[in-house]
């Protein structure tokens, strides 16, 4: 990674990638892979966007944005050589939900475990699990195909967008009048609607609907949810689907193997690089302006940035169509979470569970029924921190041995929900203080040696993660993952290609299909389509066959 | 032995009026058994008190389909139009009003810009109202086991939605799932227009503002428009003429109407019905037997949960029917001064939804089965346009309220008093002599709906209209296009495509359906 | 508090410390909930007990469903295909049970204890289905698969072995009967049932008595070469006597993910239990359907040439593959090499030839043989003994 000298001077490449996010990287290691000459244009000082590695208290590593690695696609993993530039992705076990009464609600992978848990609270439910994951998986499988494929465009006449269309469509169909009817429920339920269909445990249907909420300005009744709780099942680690993982090292080292990879093809990364402007002569874009007047020249452009700062920011109206712009300021990516990142000096307890339980390597949670849930998206919608919110909590260095010194730890806190603004006004510190405050307490009600084990904790609303990342409002999916932003319709309808309205223009973050999680398909699909463009050989992957 | 009918009709509501219609004119000898006393419905009038009548249920016609006004001649029948194509009226605290007609908007504090917007926006929404209404007056097609008159069907719907153009078609699909308080912010400033539309998604839906798929529920709500209602009407003798006039009708093509029958049973034989018992004992044999009650009541109460499949009983047992969605009646010695209002103004549709986050506050209270301590109202005070609902100087108001729950947590009878309270209160903000001049109240909670006219959980829609429960999907996966698991039951009402509001097209719907597939023959 | 992160391990049977000591081999298995010897001593050996003299095997860890109240005979006959109204007080019926679309959730069977008094006995877990069925049914359900210890003891030296206990009357017990025995004051139900195709009883008991039964069975079989078996030697015996298998020989419906990959009864040979006379039961619309329709598969016996059991094998006909094989063994009692197998219609049809493609490795070396094998109308082993009452002396 070079910082390039300053001096107001032209450069010329074949593709730009503006923004270093895992996303971009995947592009332009594709790009280059097929011997483009490729730069990759990072705002910031370091790499990786949302998936970075930062030691922000001397000896401890923070994963400060996202913090789990599993939907990243082992196609992508293994075609870029990711491994081999550093990449391990470890499993999890693990995981639990808190009660109020002391009591809780544990995962376990093994079935006949999960079984037993779940009897614990419910013995319907547990035996019920088994038709829900049959369910579930019956979803996860029909939209998994189409991970690393571009969305059909169901408006065009295209010959090409007639077959993906009928590709697309003949699953669909193949699961019956009944089954296609499940389907459309699934895809426009709420997570709290479906869970109920299967469950009649509260702590277990609270634990389950996270994964439905989590990123997302929705509460666990609003209608689309069930579809971002697929979201979450659709990963793999080492085949085992729907297991979560941490990359080694904290998330910084996707990001690092990326930008290894993209090297070895020839790529570069540039840091400190804030572009300004998308230039455009002519309907094509001829490259990029940069903050410091500098200029890079390419025929391809390609924005990791989401739609809103790539339309509104870094383009000029003058060379959008009108709609665009419109459907730019529409597309919906709320901020509606934030994050605490916490060293601790030493692994913390927690009430009704064995010290060192192997419950505690996995995520934990302290909302124990639908309805905390949703009272606490109340507070959201209301313009406010949840006062008793939604945490996705976990615990890496039981797992990594490498983000904190050998005994300490270091704790990454998921907050759901935080507003981007304060009933409309900007976060105080007194805003902040308060966020942090709502944490703290809800882990140390359950953890009474909690608060004395803190070493430093960063906490970051809404508005910083925008501020530092880039991300507007702090979305972790650079927009919503509901039905009408997702497939064709992501991130607007017409332009779900991954093509901009001008020629040679691109969009490759996770505001594209299929969307965020640190997949890298936004970032390789992009690519595929970019290449086709350009009468080059494909060097992008297909998708695993199913079985 | 034969039969004396060749379809039993459970129950008189519009839907069950309108089917048994269309299968008479047909030439089967219908038989339809209410167990109101006067069939109808939700199309129903009651005294509440001495002197005072209102429509008991439904207060507003503005969703009935043209083709059976025209086809059951109901302005022949004893249909009498009081008042069409009335305003909507947002009441404002400070007397600024908005007023809505058309794709018109009216107000001290709608900007130019709003009008403007409200315009393009009505025209807009007409077009998808337009192809939602060719999916309403047929049967829901099937996708996969689809014959060709589905295909004939989903090619006209394709075809319809490729009219829309491309930006159309792709706006649709976009604007269709989301919600009204995303759209309504990208439209417009006005708080109280946002507030407005709405509320018009959103009427007896268990759903706030935010709730995605309201906007689905507006441009349901729209389709009246569709159909020529220039905005609600009400109706001489309240909404209890339309029941008439359509059993008028229907007994005119030669149903026959019994009243006063509870049907406690419908029976079948080796999972093919047979017939169905009355209370008294009395069996009746038909070969078709349709059900205009909801889907659970029909299930559960009537078929029963033993006598059909599992996975048929889990399907009905999951129909959401959360209903927020309660009915207040105010008997006034004279007409109440609301400020700013001039008496011609009380005449049309008021309404109090003064902002979305207000709604949505409202809706919140519901979901913890609290009700709204400021809700949103729909007002009516019909004797205004019909004398012979209130005494002399007296009036009649109405009111849909929204929201307060089936069960609130310490049960409606510690409640009840507490909450009328605070609704008069609540109208008291805008007519701030109303309480002086109110002769008698009555609340009708979601529970009371329920037991008054057999709707579960007292869902006017009988079941949630939210996206996973329509289309083929409504009632449930494996009954669709009116055909239930069970061979010969049929059901016609709000539960099955295309739902509920005062349409009708269900019942006509079904009754197609039926004469369609030949088993009444 | 360590206590209950514990409720979640894996649990053993009443019978543990008995079937510990006597699981020479250490070689353990887990079956749902509980660790259960794979075998004891030797498998062949233990194989051999069960059809020479008697054998022992640990069936505790079955589901069984207690169900009661007064709808009982009529909620069981809309949950299963046959008619329960057919199964006496006293009497055990084998069936099957369908979701909605005619394909088979699970086998199991009902034992008809008192009246509306049931126990239904199923392989996989079924609760949730259970209480789905029992909506608009006075019922009761209660999962008591813990509250009871239950013992397979099967062989034709079986009924020698109980008589010997003091069981006084066990020779009267009719196949798929069962009888209430007094043992040390405590109820001991036996009922003729199995999974081994042979002569066979079945012992239910509560699980505080559970050790003494095992030691009393034991002390009294003595004589009649008694000895446990463990899950590798049942599913010899099982495949032998053409038995299916619930997540082998078919997938309970609803776990199916795959479209099409579960079973009807018509198409896994179990025809037979349907009762269309029934007005109601799950399933009964579409298997209607699929009587005038057809079925997509068919299950057949197949008689396997050679001695190579037919594992996963591929069944080709002309060539070209038509089926699979689901359970397979060489059957040393009946000396035949009998295959358990799911053809595509309209092959399967008794007495069909058709070939096995069969792989095979003997010290690392892989073999493909091409074993012509054909359909055979029942499974090769089914001794007179199973069916005499009282069996004779042994």
């Known amino acids: 990674m070079s910082g390039e000298a300053a001096g107001k001077h032209v450069n010329k490449y074949d593709a730009i990638v503006i923004g270093a996010g895992h996303n971009g990287l995947t592009n332009a290691a594709y790009l280059a892979k097929a011997g483009l000459r490729v730069a990759v244009l990072e705002r910031n000082p370091y790499i990786g966007g949302a998936t970075v590695s930062r030691e922000l208290h001397p000896g401890w590593t923070y994963s400060n944005c996202s913090y789990v690695c599993s939907l990243l696609r082992p196609e992508l993993a293994r075609d870029l050589e990711l491994p081999r530039h550093g990449l391990q992705v470890v499993p999890y076990g693990g995981g639990v939900t808190f009660k109020r009464d002391g009591n809780y609600y544990g995962n376990y992978y093994d079935h006949n475990r999960q079984y037993r848990e779940m009897a614990r609270h419910s013995k319907r439910d547990a035996n019920a699990y088994e038709r829900y994951t049959a369910d579930v998986m019956k979803q996860t499988r029909l939209i998994r195909p189409f991970l690393l494929k571009r969305p059909p465009d169901p408006t065009s006449l295209k010959l090409r967008d007639l077959r993906d269309l009928a590709e697309f469509a003949a699953p669909f169909l193949a699961m019956g009048e009944e089954g296609l009817a499940d389907t459309l429920r699934f895809w426009t339920k709420s997570v709290g609607d479906y869970l109920d269909e299967y469950f009649e445990s509260d702590v277990i249907k609270a634990h389950m609907a996270g994964s439905g909420i989590i990123g997302t300005a929705l509460g666990v009744y609003s209608p689309g949810t069930a579809y971002v709780l697929l979201h979450h099942y659709m990963g793999d680690v080492d085949g085992n689907v729907g297991s979560w993982g941490f990359a080694r090292g904290g998330m910084g080292a996707v990001a690092s193997a990326l930008s290894k990879s993209l090297q070895a093809f020839g790529g570069e990364i540039i840091c400190d690089a804030d572009v300004r402007q998308i230039v455009v002569r002519g309907g094509r874009v001829t490259g990029v302006a940069l903050a410091n007047g500098d200029e890079y020249r390419a025929d391809v452009v390609v924005s990791n940035l989401d739609p809103k700062r790539t339309f509104l920011d870094i383009m000029d109206r003058s060379d959008l169509p009108p709609e665009l712009v419109t459907r730019a300021r529409n597309f919906k990516i709320r901020g509606s979470s934030g994050k605490l990142n916490i060293a601790l000096d030493g692994l913390p307890t927690f009430t009704g569970l064995d010290k060192q339980s192997p419950l505690m390597l996995g995520d934990m949670h302290f909302s124990d029924s639908l309805e905390r849930l949703e009272r606490a998206y109340d507070d959201w919608k209301a313009g406010t921190w949840s006062k008793d919110p939604y945490l996705d909590m976990l615990i890496p260095t039981q797992t990594d041995p490498t983000m904190a010194p050998p005994g300490k730890h270091m704790m990454t806190v998921f907050v759901q929900y935080a507003p981007p603004k304060i009933q409309g006004g900007d976060w105080t510190p007194e805003d902040k203080a308060g966020f942090e405050k709502s944490v703290i307490d809800q882990i140390a009600a359950h953890s009474p040696d909690f608060r004395d084990l803190i070493l430093h904790c960063e906490t970051r609303t809404p508005a910083e993660i925008e501020a530092e990342v880039g991300l507007t409002e702090g979305n972790i999916f650079q927009g919503e993952l509901t039905f009408d932003q997702l497939l064709f319709n992501r991130p607007f309808p017409g332009y779900a290609q991954y093509r901009g309205p001008v020629g040679g223009m691109y969009l490759c973050g996770s505001a594209t299909h299929p969307g965020g999680g640190v997949m890298a398909a936004p970032g390789a699909n992009a690519a595929r389509e970019i290449l086709r463009d350009l009468h080059k050989p494909n060097t992008v992957p297909g998708g695993y066959a199913d079985d | 032995m034969t039969d004396r009918y060749d379809v039993l009709l459970v129950g008189a509501g519009h839907n069950g009026l309108v089917c048994a219609h269309y299968l008479a004119r047909a030439g089967r000898r219908v038989l339809v058994l209410e167990v109101r006393d006067e069939p109808g419905g939700c199309a129903a009038t009651r005294e509440f008190a001495p002197g005072y009548s209102v429509s008991a249920c439904a207060q507003w016609l503005n969703q009935l389909h043209p083709d059976i006004i025209q086809d059951l001649a109901l302005e022949n029948s004893g249909l009498e139009w009081a008042a069409r194509d009335l305003e909507t009226i947002s009441l404002d605290r400070e007397g600024q009003h908005l007023t809505l007609l058309g794709d018109r908007v009216e107000g001290e504090r709608v900007s130019r810009e709003d009008r403007e917007a409200y315009r393009v926006f009505h025209a807009r929404t007409s077009k998808y109202v337009k192809l939602l209404r060719k999916a309403f007056e047929a049967r829901a097609p099937k996708l996969v086991e689809s014959n060709v008159t589905d295909r004939l069907n989903l090619l006209k719907l394709g075809l319809g939605l490729k009219l829309l153009g491309r930006e159309g078609m792709s706006d649709l699909m976009r604007v269709i799932l989301i919600n009204m308080y995303d759209l309504m912010e990208e439209s417009f400033d006005s708080a109280q227009l946002k507030a407005l539309l709405s509320l018009d998604s959103l009427l007896g839906a268990h759903m706030g503002p935010r709730t995605p798929n309201t906007v689905f529920g507006y441009l349901y709500r729209r389709l009246g428009d569709s159909f020529g209602h220039h905005g609600p009407a009400v109706l001489k003798g309240g909404m209890g003429a339309l029941g008439k006039a359509m059993a008028a009708s229907a007994r005119a093509a030669g149903v026959e109407i019994r009243t006063g029958e509870r049907v406690t049973s419908i029976d079948l034989e080796a999972g093919r019905v047979c017939g169905v018992t009355l209370a008294s004992g009395e069996q009746l044999r038909a070969p078709v037997v349709i059900s205009n009650a909801d889907p659970v009541t029909t299930f559960e109460k009537l078929v029963g949960y033993r006598n059909i499949e599992t996975g048929v009983a889990r399907r009905v047992s999951q129909i959401r029917f959360n209903s927020g969605t309660v009915k207040l009646h105010l008997a006034l010695d004279r007409l109440p001064d609301f400020p700013g209002l001039s008496e011609q103004q009380l005449g049309q549709r008021l309404v109090i939804a003064p902002d979305m986050d207000y709604i949505e506050s409202a809706f919140n209270a519901v979901k913890y089965r609290e009700y709204s301590t400021a809700p949103v109202m729909d007002i009516s005070i019909p004797s205004l346009h019909d004398r012979s609902l209130a005494p002399e100087e007296g009036h009649v108001l109405s009111a849909i309220i929204q929201f307060a729950p089936y069960a609130p947590n310490e049960g409606w009878e510690a409640c009840r008093e507490r909450y009328i309270e605070q609704l008069i209160a609540c109208i008291a903000d805008y007519a701030p002599d109303i309480g002086q001049r109110i002769v008698a109240a009555e609340l009708l909670t979601p529970a009371d709906l329920e037991n008054d006219f057999g709707m579960t959980g007292g869902h006017w829609h009988h079941g949630e209209l939210s996206m996973d429960q329509v289309l083929m999907m409504r009632p449930f996966p494996g009954a669709t296009q009116y055909a239930t698991p069970c061979d010969g039951l049929y059901l016609c009402g709000a539960g099955a495509h295309p739902g509920g509001g005062v349409m009708g097209l269900a019942g006509r719907n079904a009754a197609r359906e039926i004469l369609r597939r030949g088993d009444a023959a | ?394």
């Open chain 3, 1 to 394: 508090m360590s206590q209950r992160s514990d409720d979640t391990m894996m649990l053993t049977t009443p019978f543990h410390s008995r079937v510990a000591a006597a699981c020479e081999l250490n070689c353990w298995g887990s079956w749902k909930d509980y660790t259960t010897p794979n075998a004891y001593t030797d498998v062949e050996l233990e194989y051999f007990a069960i059809r020479n003299a008697v054998g022992v095997f640990d069936l505790t860890p079955m589901n069984k469903y207690r169900i009661g109240g007064t709808d009982a005979e009529a909620y069981l006959n809309r949950l299963v295909t046959r008619n329960v109204g057919k199964i006496a007080v006293g009497r055990v019926g084998y069936t099957v049970w369908c979701d909605d679309a005619g394909q088979v959730m699970d086998d199991g069977t009902i034992f008809h204890l008192g009246e509306n008094d049931y126990r239904l006995c199923a392989y996989a877990r079924a609760t949730d289905w259970l209480h789905w069925s029992a909506m608009g049914f006075d019922v009761t359900i209660h999962d008591e698969s813990a509250d009871i210890a239950a013992l397979a003891v099967q062989g034709p030296t079986s009924c020698s072995a109980l008589m010997a206990m003091g069981l006084r009357g066990v020779e009267e017990i009719k196949p798929f009967g069962l009888a209430h025995f007094d043992f040390d004051g405590q109820p001991l139900m036996i009922s003729r049932t199995g999974f081994t195709g042979d002569l066979g009883y079945e012992l239910w008991i509560a699980p505080e008595h559970a050790e003494a039964l095992w030691d009393r069975l034991f002390d009294a079989g003595r004589d009649y070469m008694i000895k446990p078996f463990g899950m590798e030697a049942l599913e010899m015996a099982r495949i032998e006597a053409g038995f299916l298998q619930a997540g082998v020989d078919f997938m309970p419906a609803e776990d199916v993910v795959r479209r099409g990959r579960s079973r009807s009864p018509f198409e896994l040979g179990l025809g037979w239990l349907v009762d269309f006379d029934k007005p109601l039961f799950n399933g009964r619309r579409a298997l209607l359907r699929e009587q005038t329709e057809g079925s997509r598969y068919r299950f057949a016996y197949l008689d396997v040439d050679g001695n190579k059991p037919a594992h996963n094998s591929f069944i080709l006909f002309n060539g070209k593959q038509v089926g699979t094989v689901t359970s397979a063994a060489w059957c040393p009692t009946a000396k035949s090499n009998l295959a358990l197998g799911q053809l595509k219609m309209p092959h399967g049809g008794v007495g069909e030839e058709l070939v096995a493609e069969i792989y095979y490795q003997r010290e690392l070396q892989w073999t493909k043989v091409l074993a012509p094998c054909r359909v055979i109308e029942s499974p090769p082993f089914n001794p007179p003994r199973r069916r005499a009452t009282p069996p004779d002396a042994c």
